[in-house]
């Protein structure tokens, strides 16, 4: 079989049950693999990466008749839904298999045609109890309370099976499957993993019961159509579907061993950590290289599951981002991925709130990432001509680079998400301060120190530019966005070096383009876990009417001036004041004095534009000169500040509004 780097690399998610769409449980582990299948294609790994739907199961029969229709016909709509969602999420996966297609159903009964000829299949009484929701079978002593004492489907009624039936010989291979269990400890993934798929075997592996009375839904058993293949035992056999197995060899050769299987611990212990592994035994196939499962997303400590009903919908989450804050549907959707792969580490459970949703995107993305891009970019489009000049690239920030190639490289290898993130946060928290040490709005108004802007500048588009290659499998739409106003193409193809710093394409002599900031910032309404629910600004006071009209010529007497936050500090002894240092396009920034500090951290602020009347008489404020006002949205309940007013595209401070 081929090895390293000949070798497709060949990543499934489970096959998902298709009883309803999918939430955003689903869509992580899909969008993890998504993840992982990028990162691999960007080193220049051929890869496969797998997905599809499991539609034998009994619940299905339930589902399909509840709506009039047969299994078939509902599987064919629901299963063009799954494959539309994950197209709209941009999982670019390679294979969609649904376990109803004949190339499955053939590969399934060969495996029961070899399995009953070497007795590892074998026929007879089942005596026991069966969980329709999550398809299980559970001994009498394996109940709780008479139910299914799985928690994640609500601990389900269970039912009562005595059947003529098929068993899996499990109890043939669970020596064997300990001795490899403990032999190759990175099998399992992550390590702390690993004991429960110990102890779960060590607990003793009973022959399984692996089929059901025909239905008239499943694969028949080859040679005696009364029975079904269990929905389980089918669907594992997917993986070696996908790699062509029985029919073609020449691909499955190729392909397999699986690099990684991609999972919740839900169906890690009983299923891919142990009666998997026994059936590739009990085959002769090699197993897979790795079986990685992730934790929950749970809301209110309860796991986010259709089962249990308090699912919240990816789409309806990124449609209210897109609404309420103009980001694109695409660069909505790639926030929310950001969120899920940033947020915790690869393992633990977690849980979705809308206040963490929010603080992430606005401390990361709108604050750290936008603001090192909208520092920069506007000082190029005001001061060199709109085009990146050639300049000398900072030391210390080629060794961050270094740095964060490293740890996107390991993390993401070793499933690490959060790491490999936290790496490229490192690198824009550095280069964050590298800007603010340089000031390049005060080298900006130095002819003679041209040659420092242009250097930094360079060292700063630079880190962006590598910043957008190594985020690229993260939030691939976003990162095509922040390189097209570097003057880039928007796909990342060539440019990642495995070892080292992602390569050179060259910027200098590129023209920006400062569009509008890629990431804006979510506020307080949006977000909710409900997506559709009527936001809270909805139900603020009504604000009062405008009544009293006042003449042009007045208005024209406001001098409203684009401004650039560059630092702030609060004001000794006034809890609500800030102390805003504010660059007006004139010789020196103005210091404006803002009743901002309970409602807006200074970090939101700073590197931001906003909206400041210029020819207010200068006054002193608790001791602080003022020389002008920032504009602010007031909330007329609160009657406090609520939102800044800003502007949408970076614009040369000092211009002017009308
Ligand atoms: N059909 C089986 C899998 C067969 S694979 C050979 C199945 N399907 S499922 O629709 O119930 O999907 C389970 C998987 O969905 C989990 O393993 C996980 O990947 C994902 N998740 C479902 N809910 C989730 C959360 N709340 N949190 C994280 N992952 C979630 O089991």
Redesign the pocket.
Known sequence: MPSGNDKPFYIT?????INAVPHI??A??TVLADTVARFQRLRGREVVLATGT?EHAEKIIRVAKDRGMTPRAYCDELADQWRECWCRLDITFDEFIRTSEPRHHAAVQEVFRRLLESGDVYKGQYEGWYCVTCATFHLETELLDGKCPNEECGHSPVEQRQQEAYFFAASRYCERLLAFLRANPGFIRPDFRQNEVLSFVEGGVHDACVSRPNDGWGVPIPGDEAHVVYVWFD??I?YITVAGWPDDMERFERLWPADIHL??K??LPRFHGSLWPMMLMALGIPLPGCVAA?G???MDGT???KSLGNVVDPFALAQQLHDETGMTLDVALDAQRYFLLRETPFGQDASFTSETFRARLNADLANDLGNALNRVLPIVARSLGGVIPEGEMDPALAAGITRAASAVNAGTEALDFRGALDGVWNLIGQLNKYIDTQAPWNLAKDEARRDVLCNVAFSGLETLRCVTVLLAPYIPHAAGEMRLQLGLPPAVEGVFDALAAPRGEAIAGNAVSAGSPVFPRVDKATTRADAGATPASKLEKEPQPVTETISYDDFAKLALRVGTVLAGERVEGADKLYALKVDLGEPEPRSIVAGLAQDFPLDELVGRQIVVVANLEPRKVRGVLSQGMLLAVTNSETDRPCAIVTVDRPAAPGSGIR
């Not at 998610?13 to 049950?17: A, N, R």
């Open positions: 998610t489970p096959i998902y049950y449980g689903h992580y582990t499991d669907a594992l997917n999972m919740a839900d169906i992730h929950f997303w749970q796991k986010i599951s």
